[in-house]
């Protein structure tokens, strides 16, 4: 459940900023078929990828986290 909550946040904001998974994964030094696990939620994002993305679409990890998203 954690993991898919973390996975639709990073998936909303990279489409926001207009990334594609594959230039993201790129821009991260990620596989693309880590990404899309992140987003689908079939994986939980590493603290380290977590800030990462945050830092690359220029957001706060705290605009990331699933505590802040409205079930």
């Given at each position: 459940?954690?993991?898919?909550?973390?996975?639709?946040?990073?998936r909303?904001?990279?489409?926001?900023?207009?990334?594609?998974?594959?230039?993201?994964?790129?821009?991260?030094?990620?596989?693309?078929?880590?990404?899309?696990?992140?987003?689908?939620?079939?994986?939980?994002?590493?603290?380290?990828?977590?800030e990462?993305?945050?830092?690359?679409?220029?957001?706060?990890?705290?605009?990331?986290?699933?505590?802040?998203?409205?079930?």
């Amino acid at each position: 459940m954690e993991a898919e909550k973390w996975g639709r946040r990073i998936r909303a904001f990279r489409k926001l900023k207009g990334y594609t998974q594959e230039s993201l994964a790129q821009r991260l030094g990620v596989s693309v078929s880590i990404l899309g696990e992140v987003e689908r939620g079939n994986r939980l994002p590493s603290n380290e990828l977590i800030e990462q993305v945050a830092k690359e679409l220029s957001i706060s990890i705290n605009d990331l986290e699933p505590s802040s998203e409205q079930d």
